[in-house]
């Protein structure tokens, strides 16, 4: 565990390198977001970061974790994704309706949801094959900044390479109960 004072020295550390103050508000967020790792590999990470972060500003906890732990960073099953939106369309009155952002935000998570807001269902699923390459690249593009960003609360069948768990272990990979 993390102590207050290890997760303290490591972001003076980081804020004598980059940009950023160290508040008690700042300094208790970073507590909680590494309470799992310990004050040497939080004091490791800090001396790394120092050395190898190309960022201006005091980097988030997530890189922080990501210095220590590797790069946790869900593999998406892109595809799979836009198959599965392309199953919440509905058929109205005029035929076939694609799925509308709401229901994809409901069903799939607000950066799947947004990622089909930018492209647009019917140019996700359009008849021209060409058009649905185009966004099917430009749908990969934006979910693919999600992931950078550090969002890893995906649904699990969009998660192409899901976490090990030992035998009886569960983790909670999105919204709902443990899995």
Request: hydrophobic fraction near 45%.
């Amino acid at each position: 565990m993390a102590s207050e004072r290890a997760t303290t020295a490591a972001l003076t550390l980081l804020s004598r390198a980059f940009a950023g103050e160290v508040d008690a508000e700042r300094i208790a967020v970073y507590v909680a977001a590494l309470e799992d790792l310990t004050d040497a590999e939080v004091a490791a990470a800090a001396a790394l970061l120092v050395k190898t972060h190309v960022g201006e500003f005091i980097p988030p906890p997530a890189v922080i974790r990501r210095a220590v732990l590797g790069d946790e960073t869900p593999r998406l099953d892109i595809d799979r994704i836009i198959r599965e939106i392309g199953q919440m369309g509905s058929y109205g009155p005029n035929g076939w309706c694609d799925a509308s952002v709401e229901t994809v935000r409901r069903q799939a998570g607000s950066p799947i949801a947004g990622a089909y807001a930018d492209v647009g269902g019917s140019r996700l699923f359009s008849n021209d094959p060409r058009t649905r390459d185009i966004a099917a690249q430009e749908f990969r593009r934006v979910l693919g900044s999600e992931t950078a960003a550090g969002y890893t609360a995906f649904p699990p069948w969009a998660i192409a390479n899901p976490p090990r768990l030992a035998a009886g272990e569960t983790k909670q990979l999105g919204p709902g109960p443990a899995r």
